[in-house]
């Protein structure tokens, strides 16, 4: 069992940073894979990013390639979303997941869900 809390959302104007955190309960962290989805009002929900339980393995929906950036640190149980460059459209309440094995861009595959944080982003 895995409990995921997220942290660091916020409201930031157009062009500017954010960083989400993603707090994992557990002692084999590093066995899962996490993954960051988004949900818009009136959209589904969307993959964003993921990455493998060693870090070795990234992947990045093409909407926020060259502005976001995934990681984590196994040692702190804790994974990161760093986003630059931030437009109106990424606005979305934003998931951090967790799934056993290997990285997935489906919403199906993840096993573990946050709460979710809110990010807006204004124009």
């Known amino acids: 069992q895995v409990q995921l809390v997220e942290s660091g959302g916020g409201l930031v104007q157009a062009g500017g940073s954010l960083r989400l955190s993603c707090a994992a309960s557990?002692?084999?962290?590093?066995?899962?894979?996490m993954g960051w989805f988004r949900q818009a009002p009136g959209k589904e929900r969307e993959f964003v990013a993921t990455i493998s339980g060693s870090g070795g393995s990234i992947y990045y929906t093409e909407s926020v390639k060259g502005r976001f950036t995934i990681s984590r640190d196994n040692a702190k149980n804790t994974g990161y979303l760093q986003m630059n460059s931030l437009k109106p459209e990424d606005t979305a309440v934003y998931y951090c997941?967790?799934?056993?094995?290997?990285?997935?861009?489906?919403?199906?595959?993840?096993?573990?869900w946050g709460q979710g944080t809110q990010v807006t982003v204004s124009s």
């Open positions: 997941t967790a799934r056993p094995g290997g990285s997935s861009v489906r919403s199906y595959d993840y096993d573990y």
């Open positions: 557990g002692r084999t962290f590093s066995r899962y894979a």
